[in-house]
């Protein structure tokens, strides 16, 4: 959906605006059925594709978890107690997040797994509602973010030393032209 004076007008699958939204990251994720802004992508660490889900640190008040608890006894989480997470506004199931788990899911206990499939994104910058199911929320490795960050702060200190000299040898400059005066 395109956002066009203040009315969303269509939803669009372009790949030019997905890769935008993989690249930008700034999102709000939505219900797919009554659009209610379930999270956003401030709160998105990662993505489980073996359950298709995005994996969210925090949701937003739309979001009910069920008081019961499940058991999953067959697939990927087998062994895991879960409770549901549904949209407040409409009552679908949109994720669930993991109470108890066996080793291999340790890492995805207590965090809110929406499904990708239940979801739309807002892409912020763009004015664009893409589906979830077509991005990857995937997180670089840490390593590759401090490299990343420490090559950007290198070439901001080599701009500030030059800038530096320039502002040293226009002081330079001024004095003597100032003495010869």
Excluded: W
């Amino acid at each position: 959906m395109e956002f066009d004076e203040s009315v969303i007008v269509k939803r669009s699958d372009d790949p030019k605006l997905l890769a935008e939204a993989e690249l930008e990251h700034l999102m709000s994720l939505h219900c797919a059925k009554c659009n209610t802004i379930l999270a956003d992508s401030l709160g998105v660490c990662g993505e489980v594709k073996c359950i298709d889900s995005i994996m969210c640190t925090r949701v937003s008040d739309d979001v009910a978890v069920s008081d019961s608890l499940e058991l999953v006894r067959k697939g990927e989480m087998a062994n895991c107690v879960c409770s549901f997470l549904k949209c407040r506004s409409c009552n679908v199931v949109v994720g669930k997040v993991i109470h108890a788990a066996p080793p291999h899911l340790a890492v995805i206990r207590s965090i809110f797994l929406l499904y990708k499939g239940k979801l739309s994104c807002y892409i912020l910058g763009g004015s664009s509602v893409v589906k979830a199911s077509s991005l990857s929320f995937d997180m670089k490795p840490l390593s590759e973010t401090i490299s990343e960050a420490r090559q950007e702060l290198e070439e901001q200190l080599g701009l500030m030393t030059l800038t530096f000299g320039r502002l040293a040898d226009m002081s330079m400059n001024s004095q003597s032209t100032t003495q010869s005066s």
